[in-house]
T-cell receptor, first 116, second 115 residues
Framework: NAGVTQTPKFQVLKTGQSMTLQCAQDMNHEYMSWYRQDPGMGLRLIHYSVGAGITDQGEVPNGYNVSRSTTEDFPLRLLSAAPSQTSVYFC???????????????FGAGSRLTVL | AQTVTQSQPEMSVQEAETVTLSCTYDTSESDYYLFWYKQPPSRQMILVIRQEAYKQQNATENRFSVNFQKAAKSFSLKISDSQLGDAAMYFC????????????FGQGTRLTINP
């Protein structure tokens, strides 16, 4: 059981380049989300999805695009990378809707992105 | 909007001793969930313990327990018999009972275990 798989684990980009962070889960979770982690700020929600074809913005969505064409995958796209997007990115998933309210997010291992 | 504050950027404890990490939060909601996550150097986010706000009893998981004070909006984590493997960043997180599963995280506390 792979859980939540993120690729790549590390990436270096130049300002203005585009790239996609991949996230896949094999737990049949309807809910998927992306967070970014910056020093001294904890994790902040970028975008989330409650099912295929449904996405919504989180706390810090600017500069990022998402789509959800399948239940398993939730890619995060940076169309024109900026140094401010240097961060560690986490994908997380869970069942939806939460049946007992205590559904817990399963996190991927993270992707470290550096924008020069 | 909800906020979560961890006022201790760093803590240290001797192996086998007890340490308490602090967390306060701000919300106008009555039903919500609180979590403590551990992040070791591997970066993996690991759930340590969770608390439902409607439960008065404090959650316990082996050596980990919480002191949940709803009126004071305080949610501290106590680690007993600290072990070297407990060394990590610890994040407190809040989640509303309504809407999507949006976690609001605190800034984190780096815990060092001294042998």
């Amino acid at each position: 059981n792979a859980g939540v798989t993120q690729t790549p684990k590390f990436q270096v980009l130049k300002t203005g380049q585009s790239m996609t962070l991949q996230c896949a889960q094999d737990m049949n979770h309807e809910y998927m989300s992306w967070y970014r982690q910056d020093p001294g700020m904890g994790l902040r929600l970028i975008h989330y999805s409650v099912g295929a074809g449904i996405t919504d913005q989180g706390e810090v969505p600017n500069g990022y695009n998402v789509s959800r064409s399948t239940t398993e995958d939730f890619p995060l796209r940076l169309l024109s990378a900026a140094p401010s997007q240097t961060s560690v990115y986490f994908c997380a998933s869970s069942y939806w809707p939460p049946s007992s309210g205590a559904n817990v997010l399963t996190f991927g291992a993270g992707s470290r992105l550096t924008v020069l | 909007a909800q906020t979560v504050t961890q006022s201790q950027p760093e803590m240290s404890v001797q192996e086998a001793e007890t340490v308490t990490l602090s967390c306060t939060y701000d919300t106008s909601e009555s039903d919500y969930y609180l979590f403590w996550y551990k992040q070791p150097p591997s970066r993996q986010m690991i759930l340590v313990i969770r608390q439902e706000a409607y439960k008065q009893q404090n959650a316990t998981e082996n050596r980990f327990s919480v002191n949940f004070q709803k009126a004071a909006k305080s949610f501290s984590l106590k680690i007993s018999d600290s072990q070297l493997g407990d060394a990590a960043m610890y994040f407190c997180a809040y989640r509303s009972d309504q809407g999507a599963q949006k976690l609001v995280f605190g800034q984190g506390t780096r815990l060092t275990i001294n042998p």
